[in-house]
């Protein structure tokens, strides 16, 4: 039987009737168009070639309970889902490689690296006591809230250059005091 000449709503109906014939001309007339769907989409011809075979691998065991009227529009929708469903398995993967990396980086840590770090943040606090009041407030908005200088001006009905002024003078007294501190360590 030549397959080739047979519509798509016959193939079906002789593929849900286990004709190896039809599945093989089904295959022949579509694998290049999803392949190019699933390369468009993921962007790796080995994991576009895999999709493609998981669609056709999955078409032929369900294919008694096949009811599909346009079998083009099927797969390219199935090979859309396919390649939709892999990347965010790829997304979730690495976001848990980045978890586990982040994590195992933070259990690194040694006691001594932790110490050193609580020394650090206590001098950082010594040295800002030293600093005049306003002086400090805006090297704290600046620094550990992240704040820009026109937020910070804005807020304190201040000009940016006086708050850049301020936060010359505490980056300059910090780095005087904190001097001793890297050399320490």
């Known amino acids: 039987m030549n397959y080739r000449l047979i519509p798509e709503e016959q193939l079906v109906g002789f593929l849900r009737d286990d004709d190896a014939g039809a ?24 994991e576009a070639e895999e999709l493609v075979h998981d ?5 032929w065991h369900r294919r008694r309970q096949l ?29 848990l490689q980045e978890y ?19 020394d650090l943040s206590q001098a950082v606090e010594e040295v ?5 009041e306003k002086t400090c407030e805006i090297f ?5 809230e992240n704040r820009s200088v026109r937020d910070i001006a804005n807020e304190l009905n201040l000009s940016e250059k006086a708050i850049e002024y301020h936060l010359t003078k505490s980056m300059k007294l910090l780095k005087e005091q904190l001097r001793a501190y890297q050399n320490y360590n």
């Open 67 to 95: 009811v599909v009227r346009h079998l083009g529009m099927y797969l390219v929708v199935s090979i859309k889902h396919l390649s939709t469903n892999y990347i965010k398995s790829q997304i979730n993967h690495r976001r």
């Open 23 to 46: 599945f093989e001309e089904i295959y022949n007339r579509y694998w290049y168009k999803l392949f190019g769907v699933a390369y468009h989409q993921i962007g790796t011809k080995e």
């Open 140 to 144: 704290r908005l600046s620094r550990f």
């Open 128 to 132: 800002m006591k030293k600093l005049p």
């Open 55 to 59: 669609l056709f691998e999955s078409l």
């Open 100 to 118: 586990l990396i982040l994590h195992e980086m933070q259990q690194s840590f040694s006691t001594e690296e932790l110490v050193n770090f609580a």
